[in-house]
């Protein structure tokens, strides 16, 4: 069964940059897509990033566009965030995400979370 930790999460200045880390269980972890999600203080959960297994193919939302890089190590089984020129608001718990298919079970699979502040 696949399971997710994210770690990387602090706070930080409106202007800085922060890379977030999640470690993926499993050894299939090369076979499926994985995505960043975030959720802001009284909001809903939204898209952030997401890559294909092979990396060949990644898709951002419109805000975080030439900020953010999504990338991820097959070898290490983890998926990177780098975040630059953060803004007060990229503030959120940020979560990595697995889409439901036969390496996770046929259920979507969800990294606990991890705070990422950023001051103005």
């Known amino acids: 069964q696949v399971q997710l930790v994210e770690s990387g999460g602090k706070l930080v200045q409106a202007g800085g940059s922060l890379r977030l880390s999640c470690a993926a269980s499993?050894?299939?972890?090369?076979?499926?897509?994985m995505g960043w999600f975030r959720q802001a203080p009284g909001k809903e959960r939204e898209f952030v990033a997401a890559i294909s297994w092979s990396s060949d193919t990644t898709y951002y939302v419109d805000s975080v566009k030439d900020r953010f890089t999504i990338s991820r190590d097959n070898v290490k089984s983890t998926l990177y965030l780098q975040m630059n020129s953060l803004k007060p608001e990229d503030t959120a718990v940020y979560y990595c995400h697995a889409p439901a298919g036969l390496p996770t079970g046929f259920v979507e699979v969800w990294g606990q979370g991890t705070l990422v502040t950023v001051s103005s």
């Open positions: 499993g050894r299939t972890f090369s076979s499926y897509a």
